[in-house]
């Protein structure tokens, strides 16, 4: 599945949840609904979100240049924070309403809550099976299906709370429902946050083990020492790796150092799935003339 599919799914998804945000933001003014103004709002985070999937797609596509070593690529890992930021900020706005209106109950429409939330369901799940067909390996376009799952399941509960409203009466059930989607919108912006900060901090992919890579490296014949290890992810599926590795002075005399590259090279692809790897070679007392090792 390529980049080109991803963007088409984006753009369909996009779609689908800029139509429905125009007669619900209408729908839910006219019945004074926090928790359909609070689905809109995630729904607005949604529409903006998936905007900047495909705009950070765009960038993360071109080639590198100039200084750009990497190309754009990372644009996409700053898209999935800004998403997640805009999970909290969206949240907390919405838990201030709230708990005002837990207070101070206003008169809410319960029908239309429920007619639109109901459609809302229906719109989201079409969005979001749309969306799961794209490559959500990506930390980009697992923000924006964060964005979109939540949203779904905001609904559901708009769906429970337009309900209980006409059964009962009781309107609370509006900003209760709407207390639910901001806990949602917390557990997913946590990890969005997480996720694409450990790619800004350079952290090693989750999963990878630095002492398994250390002693697969020294596995290999002729290498005596391994030091300098670094290993970090440039963009979602694009992790990298950077070693200094000592071999033994023979490999240097009698040219046989360019097959142990080969060798530590296929060590990685084959056992850490990391294709984007450089080795520094060097004979065992160059780590004296080294300035600093980390």
């Known amino acids: 599945m390529g980049a080109d599919a991803d963007r088409r799914y984006l753009g369909l998804a996009l779609g689908l949840l800029s139509a429905f945000l125009v007669a619900e933001v209408v729908v839910a003014l006219a019945a004074d609904s926090l928790a359909l103004l609070s689905d809109a709002g995630h729904m607005l985070s949604d529409v903006g979100a998936l905007a ?8 993360a596509a071109q080639p590198a240049a100039g200084s750009w070593t990497y190309g ?8 999935a924070a800004g998403n997640g930021i805009t999970l909290l900020v969206v949240g ?16 809410v429409e319960g029908l ?12 989201n799940v079409a969005a979001t099976a749309v969306l799961a067909r794209a490559n959500r390996a990506s930390l980009n376009v697992e923000g924006a299906f964060q964005h979109i799952v ?3 399941y905001a609904f559901l509960g708009t769906v429970v709370a337009g309900v209980v409203i006409l059964a009962t009466g009781y309107v609370r059930a509006d900003s209760i429902a709407s207390l639910l989607v901001v806990a949602l919108m917390v557990k997913a912006a946590w990890g969005l946050l997480r996720e694409s900060g450990r790619v800004l901090l350079e952290a090693a992919p989750e ?29 979602s599926t694009l992790p990298a790796l950077s070693a200094h590795v000592v071999v033994e002075q023979e490999c ?20 850490f799935d990391v294709e984007h ?13 080294e300035a600093e090792m980390h």
Do not use: Y
């Not at 900047?52 to 960038?59: G, P, T, V």
């Not at 754009?72 to 898209?79: G, M, N």
């Open 52 to 59: 900047a999937s495909l705009w950070a797609m765009r960038l």
């Open 72 to 79: 754009l690529k990372r644009a996409e890992i700053l898209t």
């Open 92 to 107: 907390a706005l919405v838990a201030f309403e709230a708990i005002r209106r837990l207070a101070h109950p206003p008169e």
């Open 112 to 123: 239309a809550v429920l007619v639109v939330a109901i459609v809302g369901v229906a719109v």
């Open 150 to 152: 939540t949203d779904l």
């Open 207 to 235: 999963g990878v083990d630095l002492d398994e890579i250390r002693r697969h490296l020294l596995g290999t014949h002729h290498v005596l020492d391994v030091h300098d290890l670094h290993v970090w992810t440039v963009t």
């Open 252 to 271: 240097f005399n009698d040219g046989h150092a360019p097959q142990i590259l080969d060798r530590l090279q296929t060590c990685l692809t084959g056992h």
């Open 277 to 289: 790897s450089t080795f520094q070679l060097e004979p065992a007392g160059h780590v004296d003339h």
